[in-house]
């Protein structure tokens, strides 16, 4: 009896010098990485006075890694002085360490004067979870301690969040292009200040702990070859969400279910079968008591078996005689019937001993060619092997033409094959060209020569083509194409405007598709205060941009053109379109500047904004269109 009272006791001592540690230690257990912005030949914006952000960056991130190791959490710095380091590397680095959250500090610059000062936060778009939270948890703290009412969280795709495997912030404490604000940032007080406000946004997020998975993944990529999946995964709480999302999008569900028998172990499953190729999935989880999880991010690789495909032939038969390369076209489909687009070794078979090896295209359809020697005279049989298996098959009949017999291929300049090409040739008689720019076509003898008419796709020129037989029954031409632009064939384009610009932007769409560019729409909400934080998440999440315009309605006397302050491309398009306008009859006088809107600068993507007076004669912005399209067709 006696003995049980001293256990319980000395129990009791335990549980309370353990709660009592905790609370001293509230980070205790949780790993963090700090990435002071810039830094090395970087110095990031520059205050009036010359004060480098990379300098002030820095020196938050130091005073914020103090007060979260003091607070128990494991912080790592992905610089620890002033050196210069890549936004890869910085992602590297977070990909090695996977701490919990990453917290990337900045300093904000704008060429406009900004009246009040302001921080502004952004958190991963892609983690509605942890990152959402840290950073509105942030975005309070620093209104609490006095960085302006005006203080902002906007989901973001900055490289360093996108790319990021942990749950991830960028934060732009103040603006260090404010007089005021750069002093404040000399004396120490503003950075402490800020470091505070960082380190209570984090211990708030933490508050009940963090929710953790623990997901056992063999290899890396982890390989699939079934069309559903399962992932088992354990966590220390009850989970009652998970929130997936897989890159490149699919239309794909996804479901969890708690395995019986086990605490906290659960399996995660798609619920409509998957195709092949690379995918990463994304997941956060949100538990019971309401906590969440940092981002699991987890890289797939399904390579589904190969069920019966199809080897076409890109004319109906061969011409007997026919000497050189014959191509097929080969679609391989996996067991749903779907396109499987796998990069695998293939074996095509024909005739008696003939074969070809090649590699099958990674988006499912692939080019081969068999190797005649004229001598064929019956039907080719021919098969496709993959894996010591037989994917396809089919005979290709071997006869003598009773017309004249195209087998021709339309290429770029690049040599590769031109798909998608209308062409028309003899009298009313078309003929489309396949995947690898290939195409055939006949018409009787009484022709001799033909011409043959092609209304290529977007982005070349069209062109007449006379097909000279000299006689022969077979001829094999080869044309080449002329780009419209080769500045815009393949180019992405996002324009960003409003609503009411619409009819003006599609007499710029229209020009731009035909030379060949993809057109992203980007519609900037004419009721919002700050409309471009959503047009540049859309940015950044589309991804691979080449240009922007963004187009815009102020008060401004003249049409004025904006763009990156450090010049480059942005700037020569401005300055050309600038010049074309002067030669108008009268002139067209644009201003050209250097420009602080958001859209500048925070995409990656060359950015140029144009800008509209409330006051012009109302034939300017369609001379400006007609200019534009004509300056971005001719380079610049
Ligand atoms: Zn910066």
């Known amino acids: 009896m006696k003995r049980n009272k001293i256990a319980l006791v000395v129990i009791f001592l335990l ?27 970087d110095p990031g914006a520059v205050g009036p006075t010359g004060l480098k952000e990379s300098a002030v960056n820095l020196r938050v991130a130091r005073y914020l890694r103090d007060l979260l190791r003091a607070d128990g959490a494991d912080v790592m710095m992905t610089r620890e002085g002033d050196t210069s380091l890549s936004l890869g590397e910085r992602v590297i680095l977070a990909d090695k360490h996977r701490p919990d959250l990453f917290v990337s500090i900045h300093h904000n610059a704008s060429l406009k004067p900004v009246l009040k000062n302001r921080g502004e936060i952004y958190y991963n778009a892609i983690d509605h979870g942890l990152s959402r939270i840290v950073g509105r948890n942030m975005t309070d703290e620093l209104i609490k301690l006095g960085f302006g009412d005006e203080s902002i969280i906007v989901p973001a795709g900055f490289f360093v969040l996108r790319n990021n495997p942990s749950s991830s912030i960028l934060t732009e404490g103040s603006y260090i292009s404010i007089p005021a604000v750069e002093k404040g940032l000399k004396t120490g007080k503003a950075l402490t ?26 290899e890396e990529p982890l390989k699939i070859d079934t069309s559903y999946f399962n992932l088992i995964f354990s966590a220390n709480k009850n989970i009652s969400r998970v929130h997936a ?22 399996r995660f499953y798609n619920t409509a079968p998957m195709v092949s190729g690379n995918y990463e999935l994304q997941m956060t989880f949100t538990s019971t008591d309401g906590s969440y999880s940092a981002r699991t991010r987890v890289k797939l690789q399904v390579s589904l078996p190969f069920a019966k495909s199809i080897i076409k032939p890109t004319a109906p038969f061969i011409a007997e005689g026919f000497k050189g390369r014959f ?19 293939a074996s095509l078979i024909y005739g008696e001993t003939s074969s070809t090896q090649a590699v099958t295209a990674a988006n499912g359809k692939t080019t081969l060619y068999l190797d005649l020697t004229g001598n064929e005279k019956q039907n080719v049989e021919t098969s496709l092997i993959i894996d010591k298996k037989v994917v396809a098959k089919t005979d290709i009949a071997v006869k003598v033409p009773s017309r004249r017999y195209i087998l021709g291929r339309l290429i770029s300049s690049d040599g590769n094959g031109i798909q998608g090409a209308r062409i028309k040739y003899a009298i009313n008689s078309t003929t489309i060209t396949g995947p690898d720019g290939h195409f055939y076509c006949d018409y009787p003898f009484i022709y ?33 194409l002329t780009p419209i632009s080769a500045g815009l064939l393949g180019k992405r384009v996002a324009i960003m405007a409003p609503m009411s610009f619409d009819n003006l932007i599609r007499k710029l769409v229209k020009p731009l598709m035909a030379a060949g560019a993809e057109i992203v729409r980007l519609n900037l909400p004419e009721n919002q205060r700050n409309p471009e934080y959503q047009a540049v998440l859309e940015a950044n999440l589309q991804q691979n941009l080449d240009l922007i315009i963004s187009f815009k309605r102020e008060v401004a006397g003249s049409i004025s053109v904006r763009h990156y302050h450090r010049g480059g491309k942005g700037k020569r398009l401005a300055d050309a379109l600038s010049f074309s306008l002067a030669a108008e009859q009268p002139p067209v006088i644009v201003k050209t500047a250097a420009g602080s809107d958001y859209e500048i600068g925070h ?19 369609e001379k400006l269109i007609a200019h534009l399209a004509r300056v971005l067709q001719t380079g610049y």
Request: proline share 10%; charged share 20%; glycine share 8%.
């Open 15 to 41: 549980v309370a010098a353990g709660s009592f540690a905790q609370n001293l230690k509230p980070l205790k257990g949780i790993s963090i990485m700090l990435d002071p912005g810039h830094g090395g030949t």
């Open 193 to 218: 200040n800020q470091a505070e406000a960082l380190r209570r946004a984090i211990k708030e997020s933490f508050k009940d702990g963090i929710l953790r998975i623990n997901m056992v993944i063999p």
């Open 245 to 266: 999302r897989l890159t490149p999008e699919k239309d794909m569900g996804f479901a969890f279910d708690k395995l019986p028998g086990v605490e906290n172990v659960y």
């Open 327 to 345: 191509p097929v076209e080969i679609t391989l489909f996996d067991e749903q019937g779907k396109l499987n687009a796998r990069s695998v070794p």
């Open 448 to 480: 001799g020569n033909v011409k043959l008419s092609i209304q290529p796709p977007p982005g070349y020129k069209t062109q007449d083509y006379w097909v000279r037989t000299a006689g022969e029954l077979v001829t094999l031409p080869l044309v080449k």
């Open 603 to 621: 995409t990656g993507a060359t950015a140029v904004v144009i800008s509209f007076p409330e006051q012009m004669p109302p034939d300017y912005p």
